[in-house]
């Protein structure tokens, strides 16, 4: 049942502690959000700062130490078996497939487990296999299967019962180009079409700005940011560079920019957003040298939350 704000997902206070030998050590240290049904959220932050913990407490793995969390209105770890039918989870480095099963097999199982009806399971593995190019695949044993094979039949696996939530822990970990397209793609797809209401850990901050309408970033147990990309990069993103490929290999010095990179004929000139306009940097550039090409690079992401990281911005949110 989803609260009447149309949360999907509430937490509140959420706290958990871990005792080791040296003492206790604080995974995550209070954190509050909210997700609205189909929202499709990242869940962003440097190792060892809380995402991973987060997740499994709100896939109901592990019990918090404080705090209070629901899941499509049920709480994780009181009622983990209901709401691993509501939920379908996705960790990069394991695998929930049977090893030695060919690939068809796993997929029986899971549909036996989470007591998919036959006649709808075939059509929806039908439409999975065809989205995911599983077909080739089905009957290869899951051993057999490449990084980037497996990481699409998880998948698979995960969203074959249809769930309301999807947890993916680093789901493009170790992934070529190409796999990651197509992981992205489906994972797009399923959101569009579904619903699906998807919750996105990762270093990979493409897959965030390619998925995501949301980020959140958590370091040390915090959230320091809660809003948008674009809105990150309003707010973080002061600088701005031009790339520009020259006729001649020569200096370039023009008030208001610098030339952070120079490589051949190619100069990267960096200016501040809020003190010059990209067009009036442009026209300068043109006035001054004869130019065979431009380009404007916008802020990246990862800089963005490595500057929050080492205190150069303070947190934001919206």
Known sequence: MIA???AMIEVAGLRKEFRTRRGR???VAGIDFRVAAGEFVGYAGPNGAGKST???MMSGILVPSA???RVDGLVPWRE???LARRTGVVFGQRSQLWWDLPVRESFELVGHLYGVPGAEQAVRLARLAALLDLGPLLDEPVRALSLGQRMRAELAAAVLPMPRVLFLDEPTIGLDVEAKAAVRDFLRELNRAEGTTVILTTH???DITQLCSRLMI??????IYDGTVDRLRDAYGTTRVLVVDLVDDVRVELEGAATVRAEGHRRWLQFARDELSAAELIARVLDR????DLTLVEPDIEDIVRRIYRGEAAPASG
């Open 4 to 6: 009447r704000d149309g």
């Open 25 to 27: 050590v604080v995974g």
């Open 54 to 56: 987060t997740v499994k």
């Open 67 to 69: 705090g209070t969390i």
């Open 80 to 82: 983990r078996r209901r």
């Open 204 to 206: 990979d901050l493409d």
């Open 218 to 223: 958590i370091d040390h147990g915090r959230l």
């Open 289 to 292: 040298h004869e130019v065979v």
